[in-house]
């Protein structure tokens, strides 16, 4: 199975999704003379072109598609071939109306948008493999395709469907994942409302009811729906292999959590050739920066440190937020050479030539409706000469400094209903510890929860569980093991509450950590919006929490080092410490942000060794390092210059708003 693009063949990828049916053929003379001003070297083709490609069924019209496929490959310009089959073309649907997915409310949704697939489809399914085939036969082989990019962004808008053809399907799925009645109704706890199953036909989607339905049955039902999509991913890629064999198949991911939530992407990674990437900045009153550095980061991680592509993101504005502001000047580069410090083989976009209709045609490209005259294409040929200089850094691996958990089946988990707090928000926990530690300089390697046996303390000091409802048991031998080998662990609360099927781990909260944090909790005491509690350790530091309080009992050993001074659990510990073996486990009880999160965190980098870089706050040092030397990338996101001590210590600026690369021959 190839692994990814080959590294001596091919430059940096720099590009986007290019969509030449939507324009007239004069045009793309113009695109391909413009890409190779701009020094594009890949581009995404297709992958909203069935009804072009097919426009009757079984009616085949490639000759448009060799033509720009040739265009493009005497220009030197590799393709990214996409199947197409995110949008069945309208005559599909006309002949089958029930491969339209199906809400939980039982309303079929309609066409003349976009991924309006019910991926258990067998018409569906029939259908995507035959005109994966027909493009992998014609150009399986073709020396210009370098890349194959099955469908687009598994996952949006729409991934469940509640159809009947899905709840025949589901019932396969739980007889092959319970074999027997009785442990399916074990897992479910179905004793609970009395929601016993007698029969496998009794067993139904989680279509809309009265009130909350039972959470294992949702949790399954996603999985069954994730399962679903990645099967339909797999048969392309099979199929692609077979026809176009040594070029890799890839899927672009929607890791950052910002962005997506129904796709367990620790799953479908196993399943790619290649890891690749969509980002976005989100205008949430975060720094969008680091949220970008975050879904880099858990790229990368995905990739299992091995380098990935981001396959889109944007040259300035998107079109689909409430407000879209455009990129200040020079931000482009930033991001792009954010996600190439982080590992990416390049930066490609969404998308090349702005479209004229349709219901993307406010989003920025790579060219313009202005053209070339533009603030944007300057900025874009800018960037594509970078790149070019950087080619050699292909195959470089960035150097992460601490570990975090991340898990989607958890975030899942804790989405659903009636929690002891509404406000309970895995992702803002992730978004918050991950920005403490951005602040420090520090780069995070992400690791599922069931992958933390291997975990070495000498290469992760530190490890970061910033919320982990639900939590297989085996994390607390994990852990231990991590710990006492002499990590530092750090835990916030709300973590290791559950099993997989949202079944409380027994005999004291939190259940599956219990051991390695030394401490019991024996009860919740979530705040009211608006209530806030101090904490205050025994220096006298003071910190103000929100959202969360608990009732701590430590155990032997477990140290506590600060105790919430008021509120409903005043004298109880918030923030404590166990020294275990060579390394300490440290417990959070309740919720703190900005400046309170980064002292506890420096609290815990002190405690792993980890002295962070002394620079500005917004300004990113990331290395990677590999055979052709190692790669030192600054990005200065504030408006003043910085100076970076280098490691034979000299100090080299970096101006405002800039990104330098050092590079230091091996
Ligand atoms: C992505 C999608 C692209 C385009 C882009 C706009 O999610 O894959 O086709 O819609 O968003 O930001």
């Known amino acids: 199975m190839p692994s990814a693009i080959p590294h001596d063949r091919l430059p940096l990828a720099f590009g986007g999704d290019y969509n030449p049916e939507q324009w007239p053929q004069e045009v793309w003379e113009e695109d391909v003379r413009l890409m190779r001003e701009a020094g594009v070297t890949l581009v995404s083709l297709g992958i909203f072109a069935w009804a072009r490609i097919e426009p009757r069924p079984g009616e ?38 029930e491969a ?10 309609g066409f003349g948008s976009r991924g309006a697939i019910c991926h258990s489809n067998p018409h569906y399914r029939a259908a995507a493999a035959e005109i994966t085939s027909r493009l992998g036969e014609r150009y399986g082989r073709h020396p210009a395709v370098v890349l194959w990019h099955v469908h687009n962004e598994y996952g949006a808008p729409v991934l469940t ?48 009811t009265p009130t909350v339905v039972n959470p294992a049955q949702q949790l399954d039902f996603q999985r069954f729906a994730d399962g679903q999509a990645r099967a339909n991913f797999t048969a392309e890629r099979d199929i692609l292999h077979h026809l176009s064999p040594g070029v890799p198949v890839t899927t672009n991911f929607m890791a950052a959590p910002s962005q997506c939530q129904s796709i367990d992407y620790w799953a479908w990674a196993r399943e790619v050739d290649l890891v690749t990437n969509d980002h976005y900045l989100i205008t949430d009153g975060r720094r969008t920066h680091v949220n970008l550095a975050l879904a880099a980061d858990l790229t990368r991680s995905l990739a299992g440190g091995d380098p990935w592509l981001l396959l889109e993101h944007s040259p300035s504005g998107v079109n689909w937020q409430p407000h879209n502001p455009a990129k200040e000047p020079g931000q482009m580069a930033r991001n792009s050479l954010g996600h190439v410090a982080r590992g990416s083989e390049g930066a490609m976009f969404f998308q090349w030539r702005q479209s004229r209709s349709g219901a993307e045609k406010f989003h920025s490209s790579m060219l313009p409706h202005g053209g070339t005259g533009t603030r944007v294409w300057r900025e874009v040929v800018e960037l594509g000469g970078r790149l070019a200089d950087l080619t050699d850094l292909r195959g470089t691996r960035t150097r992460a400094d601490v570990a975090m958990v991340w898990s989607w089946e958890s975030w899942w988990a804790q989405s659903l209903e009636w929690r002891p707090s509404a406000d309970l928000d895995a992702r803002e926990r992730l978004d918050s510890f991950y920005e403490a530690l ?7 390697d992400f690791f599922a929860p069931d992958a933390l046996s291997a975990l070495d303390p000498a290469r992760y000091p530190l490890l970061v569980v910033p919320q982990l409802y639900s939590a297989p048991a085996s994390v ?15 835990v916030s ?21 219990r051991d390695v944090l030394g401490l019991t909790v024996e009860e919740f005491d979530p705040l009211l919006p608006g209530e806030s509690v101090t904490l205050r350790t025994a220096q006298g530091d003071v910190y103000t929490a929100d959202l969360w309080s ?29 020294a275990l073996g060579d390394g300490a486990a440290w417990y959070l009880a309740t919720r703190l942000t900005g400046g309170d999160l980064a002292a506890v965190v420096d609290l815990a980098l002190a405690d792993a060794g980890i002295t962070p870089a002394d620079l500005p706050r917004d300004v990113e040092l990331v290395v990677r390092e590999g055979e052709s030397g190692t790669y ?18 000299s100090r080299a600026a970096v101006a405002a708003g800039a990104v330098e690369v050092f590079r230091e021959p091996r």
């Open 60 to 97: 085949y019209d490639f000759e448009w598609l060799d033509r720009i496929i040739g265009m493009l490959h005497e220009a030197g310009i590799n393709v990214d071939l996409a199947t197409p089959t995110v949008v069945p073309p309208a005559w599909f649907y006309r002949a089958h109306p």
């Open 100 to 109: 339209l997915p199906v809400t939980r409310e039982g309303v079929r949704m």
């Open 161 to 208: 469907c509640y159809c009947d053809t899905c709840e025949v399907a589901f019932r396969g799925w739980l007889q092959d994942r319970y074999g027997t009645l009785g442990a399916l109704n074990q897992a479910w706890g179905t004793a609970f409302w009395g929601q016993l199953y007698g029969d496998w036909e009794e067993i139904g989607v989680p279509r809309a």
């Open 438 to 444: 951005y602040d420090r300089h520090l780069t995070v």
């Open 476 to 490: 607390t031998a994990d852990l231990e093991r991590y710990v006492s080998r002499g990590g530092t662990l750090l």
């Open 493 to 513: 609360f709300f973590s290791g509450i559950v099993d997989e099927h949202d079944t409380v781990h027994l005999g004291a909260y939190p259940g599956a950590l």
């Open 550 to 578: 608990e009732y701590v009992v430590p155990g032997d050993g477990c140290e506590t080092v600060a105790v919430f001074a008021d509120g409903r659990t005043a004298g109880r510990p918030a923030l404590t410490r166990r």
């Open 632 to 649: 030192r990338f600054a990005v200065n996101h504030t408006d003043a210059e910085v100076k970076v001590v280098l490691p034979d210590g």
